[in-house]
């Protein structure tokens, strides 16, 4: 097996993300019944179990050099095993389609990529 490791985008209208700190943990887990996106990856703040929104699913939300939903979603052992992630940036932003700014977080997980294994 090999260990990647990606980075990710969070993106929130509710939360503050600002509150960041760069090295804090954040909880990455599949929201399999999300009625919207199959594969929506919620972010919760490790230290308070604070929501903060989504892991991007949309290339217009995605930074550069992050990978969306679709590609963590298999990474996460199970419902009740989330993958930690860190923060790494929390001064960026993106463009929603219909024109509003949000803050975003960029996070770094670390994956066992199986397709490796040796």
Do not use: W
Not at 21 to 29: D, S, T
Not at 86 to 113: C, K, L, W, Y
């Amino acid at each position: 097996m090999a260990v990647e490791r990606k980075e990710a985008t969070v993106v929130s209208i509710d939360y503050d993300l600002s509150e960041l700190k760069v090295g804090e943990k954040i909880f990455l887990r599949h929201e399999s019944d999300n009625k919207f996106d199959k594969n929506a990856v919620l972010a919760i703040r490790a230290k308070d179990t604070s929501i903060l929104g989504y892991v991007s699913a949309n290339a217009h939300t995605t930074l550069s050099g992050c990978v969306k939903n679709t590609d963590l979603v298999n990474h996460i052992p199970s419902k009740d095993i989330p993958l930690v992630a860190e923060v790494i940036s929390n001064n960026e932003a993106v463009s929603f389609m219909n024109g509003t700014i949000a803050p975003v977080v960029r996070v770094q997980v670390h994956v066992v990529n199986q397709s490796q294994a040796v």
